[in-house]
């Protein structure tokens, strides 16, 4: 394939990417969502006096649509693409706790093993849109 190929399908991918993460960050700002997802920050991270787990959630939506917007912003690709694979492995115990707690959090607790491949194949894709 030409180089002139892969810039576009990584150009086409990227963008791709930040609609996800936008997305996502976006639905960050819905209280009922806001609710669920400080729900999920497990217990011994709540008395770590991290934060009010509200704000972590707020947060994070800041930090998905910031990624986003990073990936197609050429000066900041490659530093947010790190950025986002590092948000990933951050939240991830969040989903491990929703998964543990499928009772609680319903659809929302994606089993484990498979929220574990989803991520790391998000991982995967992140590097191919930045590298």
Excluded at 62 to 78: K, N, R, S
């Amino acid at each position: 394939m030409s180089s002139d190929v892969i810039n576009g399908l990584q150009l086409a991918l990227r963008f791709v990417l930040a609609l996800v993460f936008i997305g996502a960050g976006i639905i960050h700002f819905v209280p009922s969502v806001q609710r669920t997802m400080s729900a999920m920050i497990p217990p011994r991270m709540r008395t770590a006096g991290l934060a009010n787990p509200i704000n972590l959630v707020l947060f994070t939506g800041v930090c998905e649509v910031a990624g986003g917007l990073g990936l197609v912003y050429p000066p900041t690709t490659v530093a947010a693409g790190v950025a986002l694979i590092i948000f990933l492995a951050a939240v991830f115990p969040a989903n491990a706790y929703a998964a543990g707690h499928r009772e609680r959090f319903g659809r929302v607790a994606i089993p484990l093993v498979p929220r574990l491949i989803a991520q790391l194949a998000l991982m995967a894709l992140i590097l191919l849109a930045i590298l």
